[in-house]
C-alpha cells in the first residue's frame, strides 16, 4: 500500500530531491546541514543534491532542511523528480540500503553494551549507572540513577526521526546480523479503539509479569513514558511501515518467562540481545539466541520462556502507539 502522500502509477514522481549551495564561512553550517540531512535519512545524489523517497513527511523534512539553509546565507531548492536515465531506481535504493548499514549496526552495538552491563545470573538491578559496564564496576557499585536515564538505555531509547519508507518496496527487508528471521513480518494496523492499561487486559487482569530492566515489573513501552522510538533498528531494516514505533528492553531471569498472552491491535517484534530461551507463537516453538528477531502477530498467542542459565534480554518493538494498546491475556 503506498505510503501517504505518494501517487501510484509510473508516471508519478517518486523522490524529493533537495538540491542546495552552502556558503564556505561560517564553516560549520556545511557540517550541520550534512548532518541534518543524514538524520532524516537523505542520500547524496550528487555534491549538494540529496533525495527523499516523496511523500508528505519527506517534503517537510525537506522545507526545514531548506530553511537552515537560507537562514545560513545559502540558497536551496526542493524539487519531485524521477530518474528516467542515468541513474535508476534500483540504484538510489541500494544508496538508502547501504547508507543504513552502519547506522543498523551501531545500534545493535548498543543493543549489546546494554546486555554487557546487567549480570549473567540473578535478578537484574534495580538501578544502573550511565555507562557502568564500560568502567568494568559491578551494578552494586554504579551510580544510583534510574535505568532510563542511564547513558545506555538511553542510547537505544532516544528518539530520531523515522526513516522515509522506499516506495514500492515490501515491508521486510534483510535480516539482524548474525541472526535468524524466523516468523515472517506483515506490516501493522493503526489504532481504532479507545486507550486501554497495558499492563491489564480489557477485564482488568493484570497480564504480562516480565522484569524490565533497572526495576520492578513494569508493562509494555514504559521505561519512565511511552517513547516514540523513530528510526531504530527496525526500521532501519524496514521492518515496519508506521509512523511510529515503541520499545522497551526487558530482562527474563533463569526460571522465568512471560506467560502467553496477545495483542488484538498490532504486531510485536521481540529482537534477543543476550542469553538464551524459547519463544512461543502459536503452535510454534522457536529456540532464541542473541541476534534472533521473532515477530508475534496480531492476536497470535505468544510467550518468552528464559531456558538458559543466564539473565534473557530482549528489546520489543510495537505500534499502534501512544493512545492505544491492549495486551490480553491468554489461557491455556
Not at 57 to 72: A, N, P, S
Not at 82 to 96: C, K, M, P, T, Y
Not at 174 to 187: K, N, S, W
Not at 301 to 317: D, F, K, Y
Amino acid at each position: 500500500m503506498p505510503r501517504k502522500g505518494l501517487k501510484s502509477g509510473s508516471a508519478a514522481s517518486r523522490w524529493m530531491l533537495l538540491i542546495h549551495q552552502i556558503p564556505p564561512k561560517p564553516a560549520y553550517l556545511r557540517v550541520k546541514i550534512g548532518r541534518r540531512l543524514q538524520r532524516i535519512g537523505a542520500v547524496p545524489i550528487k555534491n549538494s543534491v540529496y533525495a527523499l523517497p516523496r511523500n508528505d513527511e519527506t517534503q517537510e523534512d525537506f522545507q526545514w532542511v531548506l530553511r537552515e539553509v537560507m537562514k545560513g546565507g545559502g540558497d536551496a531548492s526542493i524539487v519531485e523528480a524521477r530518474f528516467i536515465d542515468g541513474l535508476s531506481d534500483e540504484q538510489v535504493l541500494a544508496l538508502f540500503q547501504s547508507a543504513r548499514e552502519a547506522d543498523y549496526r551501531e545500534l545493535a552495538n548498543q543493543a549489546r553494551a546494554v546486555a554487557t552491563s546487567l549480570p549473567k545470573r540473578g535478578p537484574p538491578p534495580e538501578n544502573l549507572g550511565p555507562q557502568g559496564h564500560r568502567r568494568g564496576l559491578s551494578p552494586s557499585r554504579v551510580a544510583r540513577r534510574p535505568c532510563h536515564q542511564s547513558g545506555g538505555v538511553d542510547r537505544l531509547r532516544r528518539p530520531l526521526r523515522l526513516l522515509p519508507a522506499v516506495p514500492g518496496q515490501g515491508a521486510l527487508r534483510g535480516r539482524v546480523p548474525q541472526g535468524e528471521l524466523i516468523v515472517p513480518l506483515r506490516t501493522m494496523p493503526q489504532p481504532s479503539s479507545p486507550r486501554f492499561d497495558p499492563h491489564r487486559d480489557p477485564g482488568g487482569t493484570p497480564v504480562n509479569p516480565m522484569t524490565p530492566i533497572g526495576g520492578p515489573t513494569r508493562p509494555h513501552f514504559n521505561l519512565s513514558e511511552a517513547i516514540e522510538f523513530r528510526q531504530n533498528a527496525f526500521v532501519r531494516k524496514r521492518l515496519f511501515e508506521v509512523d511510529s514505533l515503541h520499545f522497551n528492553v526487558y530482562c527474563i531471569v533463569p526460571g522465568q518467562e512471560n506467560p502467553l498472552h496477545r495483542h488484538p491491535l498490532s504486531d510485536e517484534v521481540l529482537y534477543f540481545v543476550s542469553g538464551s530461551g524459547e519463544c512461543v507463537v502459536g503452535d510454534a516453538v522457536y529456540p532464541v539466541k542473541p541476534g534472533d528477531l521473532v515477530l508475534a502477530a496480531k492476536d497470535a498467542p505468544h510467550a518468552v520462556r528464559n531456558t538458559g542459565s543466564e539473565n534473557l534480554v530482549c528489546i520489543l518493538a510495537q505500534s499502534p502507539l501512544p493512545c492505544d494498546h491492549v495486551v490480553s491475556a491468554v489461557t491455556r
